[in-house]
Every structure is written in structure tokens, then in C-alpha cells.
């Protein structure tokens, strides 16, 4: 069989099948290809694969309703035409007695780099167009707390990290880089909607070598690549507000801060400048206040702040800070360390969230992005913050907050899923699991039997990615991909456009839904979207034939990273920031009109409720896995790989281990109030001792 070109989120490859197995090649333009393309080399015919489509022995002899035995059921095949009809049924009946109101589309997830089956945008499309409307869920869980704050201090989010410093300007212009939780190169490998050119790695040694300082402050070495040849500072987990405020304080008192620019251009310095003097409470939050919370010593918290003073400095803030409890807190005084600096809008200084999170930040943006699938429009305005789903599945009606907001739970009667794992991203699964039981009816589709198709009550068999024909592209990637089919669908595996076009049939909407287009009509309706963009610019691209036989076009870019703050800088009149004030908010009357305890009108440092104990004396620090995205493809070759004995690695610091009488490679219980599960010692001096490291996405799996 020749090669066919395809892309997924880690990387543009070409592959061959040869028997149940796939040679991977990566694209031939990306100078450092990500390792985990390797987890494909046997996924396509796996045991762990969805064969035919399946329903729980208890909701098919029993009918909907709640069931405490998801997730411990058996399952019985039954045919496609028997599932279209129960599916279509239970849409029905759900949708005359509930409405859109008791319909909960999930879907979040990293399923396809493909742009048209896009299963996120499919279960949309088709709750929107044939259902009137679905409960959404808004933000997400990587970035949740960032993308709400962001917008009342700044701006939106994609400016600051999407649109934010370009890596290409870090090589040439900054002097310092101070990573809160780090640059790990792990996490650039992946992007959505595909990612060709890994280019990260190149710009921290081109960085480097320029004399560029690296740090990172983290618990784990690790987060900051050999490449960068920066410095660690080990930090306790939870405490990176603690000391921005020590180097606030720092820069204040010895009257390093850029007073110039925290007149023209931030607004309530002065009241972030009282805490951080004492002035609200008689607490100075100055380095010796911050060693012990931090761990690190006095001294050393001082010297890093005069050795930033008169550089030309980036703060980079991660995603992993704001996932913590008062995550919203270091992300805010990231924002107003850079300011104290005067930092930002100059050219490889300033502020920016995420950086290294995902292959899309520090990149140049296409000139024009490739057309999403339209969604249609949600016939209600209902939506609950992703990570409140067994919040909303277990406690209907009641009241929460977001965003200043006051709103209600809606009371969930079915569950759409497609293309995602929440018993990946959720933060306790046992209660997830609980809140699951709770409804009538869960429907996912899925390729692979991950923890989510197992407590579903109708699991629709769908194809991989690999298995049909879609154009793979993102926003910050120059290459456009023709993703050509590698095999035929597995089993009885059919793609999420089909089987929602049929339901669609069934339930009298199919022209709203598929609009008198099958897949390649979709795919050259929206290449066509595209080839209008650019042709307003007076450039062309080949003819749709002609790009699916190459396989491969290239878009122009734009080089406008920073384009906001670089253009607010240079007049802050012209170009105000979409801010109440039109300046950096370093603090914030909106915020501080919310009344809420923990996230006050300007930042502060918070303790974390959950603290070391003597029943439970360690921190878990439970980050991206380094061989596979998120959960995806934990069977692949790759991702076992990095097992050991089958089992996941958690690594502890030697001291640590020694006291505990553990050993390398011994199997280990790790335990806390919400569950306990088993993995494979690492003993590793790159961890701060007092911390232990299991990385998520190993399939959760309880006895």
C-alpha cells in the first residue's frame, strides 16, 4: 500500500499499514518530530478498539432512568438499526419532556486534528440543528480560572497566549525568561488541530547560546528542557504567588520598580502596593515571609529580584498554577510582576500565560484559519464551567457562582458524549463516577473502550482518525494537511458525521443537519470558505483535487505576536486594553464587586486548603504524561513504553524514598480521602523532596 498523508495533534506524518501495524514517517519539514506519533504504530486493530455498537444489559432491559450499576454493568451487541431507533428514541422522548434544558452535550475533548470530524463540533452541530439546543459547558480544564480572570485585567485570553511573544522574538530579544512552572517541551509537542513543525526546542537553544537566563519554578526539574540551559528553583507546590509577592515587595522596597509605567499604563498599584507593604494587616510580604511558605531561602528570593531588575524580562505563567486551588492568584501577579518591571509591550519581555502549554503558543498566526464546521445556533442559553460537571449531574437546581454571575444547574436527563474522556480530566473520579449514575441515559461514541464508554448505557462504535479522509490544520500552522484514510474502519465502526446524519434522518432534521452534504462534500465546501479568505489578500491556493493529491499546501503567516500590548505600549490613548480602565487592571473594582473571599479585588496569596498532614504527608503533583496526550492512546506502543511492569511510574525523591523504605522499581500505594491506586516506584533526585510525581491519562480502571 503507498503512503498516505495525515496529521494528527502531535505531529504531520505519513503512514503505511502493513498488517495490523502502521510505519510512521514524520513530515519531512519538522525538525524535531514528536515521539509520540509512535503510539499509532498498533491502534489500529486493538482489543481495547469498539467493534459494534453496544448497550448496558440494565438500561436495555430496564429503560432509562438512574442506575448505580454504570461503570459495572455488562454490555449486549446489538445491531446499528436496533441502536438508531433506541437513540432516536430516547432523543425524542427526552427532548417532548424535558427540551433542550435536560440535554447535557459533553465532547470535550482532543479526538481528531481534523477539522471537519471534529467530534466536538459534530455532537454540537447536531444537538443545535436537530435537538434546538443542548446545556454547554464554557472554558476549559486546562485554563479555566486563567481565560475568566484574563479578560477583567487585561484582555482576552488567545491575545495573551495565542497572540502573545512570539518564540522567534524570545531567541533574539529576551534576557530573562522566568518560567512559573516551567517550559516543559513534553507539553509543546501537542497541538489541536494538528501541529508540523516542532520548533520549540531549536528557539530555546538559539536562546541560550545568545545568553538568554532561563528559570524555572517548579517542584520538578524536569519542567525546564536541558536545551534552555536555565536553573531550577524547587519550589513547594501551591506557593508561586508567595513568591511574586516576595519579589514585588523586593522591587518595591529597594525602589526597583518601573514607577513610570505603573502610572501611565497599569491602574491601582497603590492598592496592591499596601498589601504587599502590610498596610491592610501589618503582614510585609517580603522574602523572609515567603521562604517557608516557598521553601526556598531568603537570600536567594532577594537576589532573583534585583537579577531582573534592568534586564529585558518575560514572566511566563503555566497552566498547571491555576489549575490549584486560588489558582487565579499567581496568574494575576504574573501580570503585575511584569508591570513593576515595565515589561510589557517591549519586545521579548512583558507577560504571557501558557507559554509551552501547547505547540500553539509562541507561533506566528496563519493569515487566514482554516473553517470551522458551523454549529448552529443553541436554542437556550444554559452552560455550567466545565469542571462543575458532577456538580450540575448531582445537585440539579441549585444555586452556584461564575463569574460574578449567579446562576442555576440545570437537571440533566441525558448525557451526549463524543470524542472525549472526562475520566481523564476530572478532578475526582469516584465522585464523577456517582454523578454519572444519575442520569436517564449516557450515549457516547468512541473508538476505544476507555473508562467513559464504560459507563455509558449506548456506546456507538466510531471510527479513529486514521480510518477516514478530513483536512488537518490549526490557526498557528503553516502547513495544511489532506489526512487521506490508512485503513478501512474497524469492525463496525462508523464516523460521527454518519451516524448523526442518520439520527438526524430519523428524527426529521437531516437537511438542517447535513445541509445536502456527505464528508467530502463538507470537506470541499469549507476548503472552498478558505480559498475566498486568502483570495481577498490576492493569494491563491490549488484546486481542491489538486491539494488532496499533494497532500500538503502552505499558508501564508503573519508575524503580529504581541500585537495588543506592543500597540498599547506605543499609545495607550489610541489603543487602550479591553479593560474597564483601558490599562492592566492590578487590581480590579469589578472583581472586587463579586465579594468573594478568595479572589479579592486585587491579588493576594491564599494558603491552600489541602496541606501536607501526618495521615497524608505529601504532595502529588499529577501532570501531562510525556508519552501519550491526556489519556489518548494509553494502549499505544509509546505510552507503554514509559510503564513499568504495566504499571504507571511515580517518581519520589530518594530521602523520601529511604525513609519509607522503598526501592526503585518497587510497587508502591499512593492514597489520599478520594481513592488510592498502585504504580511503580522512580527514584529521581530531579523532584523537590516532600513530593511525589504520577502523571495523568492512565486509563482509570477500579476493582
Known amino acids: 500500500m503507498t503512503d498516505s498523508m495525515h496529521s494528527a495533534h502531535w505531529g504531520a506524518f505519513r503512514a503505511r499499514r502493513d498488517g495490523d501495524s502502521l510505519t510512521i514517517t514524520p513530515f519531512s519539514a519538522d525538525p524535531d518530530p514528536s515521539p509520540l506519533l509512535a503510539n499509532l504504530h498498533n491502534a489500529l486493530a486493538h482489543p481495547a478498539r469498539v467493534a459494534r455498537p453496544m448497550i448496558r444489559r440494565g438500561w436495555l432491559e430496564n429503560g ?30 427526552v427532548g417532548e419532556r424535558y427540551g433542550p434544558a435536560g440535554i447535557f452535550g459533553g465532547s470535550y475533548g482532543w479526538s481528531s486534528a481534523g477539522r471537519f470530524h471534529h467530534a466536538q463540533s459534530q455532537v454540537h452541530r447536531f444537538l443545535n440543528t436537530v435537538m434546538g439546543g443542548y446545556v454547554r459547558s464554557v472554558n476549559s480544564y486546562s485554563s479555566g480560572a486563567a481565560s475568566v480572570l ?14 502573545g511573544v512570539s518564540w522567534e522574538t524570545i531567541a533574539s530579544h529576551s534576557e530573562v525568561v522566568l518560567a512559573f512552572g516551567g517550559l516543559a517541551l513534553k507539553n509543546s509537542q501537542v497541538a489541536s488541530g494538528g501541529l508540523s513543525e516542532h520548533t520549540e526546542r531549536g528557539f530555546m537553544q538559539r536562546a541560550a547560546r545568545r545568553g538568554t537566563r532561563f528559570i524555572s519554578v517548579s517542584p520538578l526539574k524536569s519542567d525546564l528542557p536541558d536545551e534552555a540551559g536555565g536553573e531550577w528553583l524547587p519550589l513547594i507546590p501551591g506557593t508561586d504567588a508567595a513568591l511574586m509577592l516576595a519579589l514585588l515587595h523586593e522591587l518595591t522596597t529597594q525602589g526597583l520598580t518601573d514607577d513610570d509605567f505603573l502610572a501611565r499604563y497599569t491602574h491601582g498599584w497603590p492598592t496592591l502596593k499596601a498589601y504587599l ?46 489549575r490549584a486551588q486560588h489558582g487565579e492568584q499567581p496568574v494575576w501577579l504574573g501580570l503585575a510582576l511584569a508591570a513593576a518591571l515595565g515589561q510589557p509591550g517591549l519586545p521579548g519581555g512583558g507577560f504571557t500565560y501558557a507559554l509551552g502549554a501547547l505547540g500553539h503558543y509562541g507561533k506566528h498566526h496563519n493569515l487566514a484559519s482554516f ?13 455550567i464551567p466545565v469542571a462543575r460537571i458532577a456538580d450540575m449531574l448531582l445537585h440539579p437546581g441549585e444555586k452556584f457562582h461564575y463569574n460574578g454571575r449567579h446562576l442555576t444547574y440545570p437537571d440533566i436527563r441525558l448525557a451526549y458524549w463524543a470524542g472525549g474522556n472526562p475520566f481523564h480530566h476530572h478532578q475526582d473520579l469516584a465522585r464523577l463516577r456517582h454523578a454519572f449514575c444519575r442520569l436517564d441515559t449516557l450515549i457516547v461514541h468512541e473508538s ?24 488537518g490544520g490549526a490557526p498557528t500552522d503553516r502547513h495544511l494537511i489532506a489526512m487521506q484514510p490508512v485503513a478501512a474502519p474497524y469492525g463496525e465502526a462508523r464516523d ?7 439520527l438526524a434522518r430519523r428524527l426529521g432534521r437531516e437537511a438542517a443537519f447535513t445541509e445536502g452534504r456527505d464528508a467530502r462534500g463538507w470537506l470541499e465546501h469549507l476548503y472552498a470558505q478558505l480559498q475566498e479568505k486568502l483570495a481577498a489578500h490576492q493569494v491563491g491556493l490549488p484546486d481542491f483535487a489538486a491539494f488532496w493529491q499533494e497532500g500538503v499546501v502552505t499558508l501564508p503567516q ?29 487590581a480590579s473594582d469589578a472583581i472586587a464587586g463579586f465579594g468573594y473571599e478568595d479572589c479579592p479585588g486585587h491579588p493576594v496569596w491564599r494558603a491552600p486548603r489541602e496541606q501536607p498532614s501526618a495521615s497524608y504527608p505529601f504532595w502529588l503533583i499529577a501532570n501531562q504524561p510525556a508519552t501519550r496526550l491526556h489519556s489518548q492512546l494509553d494502549f499505544g506502543d509509546y505510552s507503554r513504553s514509559g510503564k513499568r511492569n504495566g504499571r504507571e511510574v511515580c517518581s519520589l525523591h530518594p530521602l523520601d524514598a529511604q525513609r519509607l523504605g522503598i526501592a526503585d522499581n518497587d510497587v508502591i500505594e499512593l492514597y489520599n ?16 523532596p516532600g513530593v511525589v510525581r504520577l502523571p495523568t491519562g492512565a486509563w482509570y480502571d477500579p476493582v
Open 64 to 93: 432509562p432512568g438512574p442506575d448505580a450499576r454504570r461503570g459495572l454493568d455488562s454490555y449486549v451487541a446489538v445491531s446499528w438499526e436496533e441502536t438508531y431507533a433506541r437513540v432516536a428514541e430516547e432523543l425524542r422522548r
Open 496 to 502: 460521527d458525521y454518519q451516524i448523526f446524519s442518520e
Open 448 to 471: 476505544a473502550w476507555t473508562a467513559s464508554a464504560r459507563h455509558a448505557d449506548i456506546v456507538l462504535p466510531a471510527t479513529m482518525t486514521l480510518e477516514r479522509e478530513d483536512v
Open 371 to 383: 473553517p470551522a464546521l458551523p454549529q448552529g445556533k443553541n436554542g437556550i442559553d444554559r452552560f
Open 150 to 163: 484574563l479578560p477583567h485585567i487585561v484582555g482576552d485570553m488567545n491575545e495573551i497566549a495565542r497572540r
Open 558 to 586: 503573519l508575524q503580529d505576536g504581541g500585537r495588543m500590548m506592543n500597540a498599547f505600549r506605543a499609545d495607550p490613548t489610541a489603543h487602550p486594553l479591553p479593560t474597564p480602565t483601558g490599562k492592566i487592571q492590578i
Open 673 to 688: 480521602a478520594r481513592g488510592h491506586l498502585l504504580a511503580s516506584a522512580a527514584l529521581t533526585e530531579a523532584i523537590r
Open 277 to 322: 507593604l502590610g498596610e491592610e494587616d501589618g503582614i510585609a510580604r517580603d522574602a523572609d515571609w515567603a521562604a517557608d511558605l516557598c521553601g526556598l531561602p531568603a537570600a536567594q528570593i532577594r537576589a532573583l529580584a534585583h537579577a531582573l531588575h534592568g534586564k529585558r524580562v518575560l514572566i511566563t505563567v503555566a497552566h498547571a498554577l491555576q
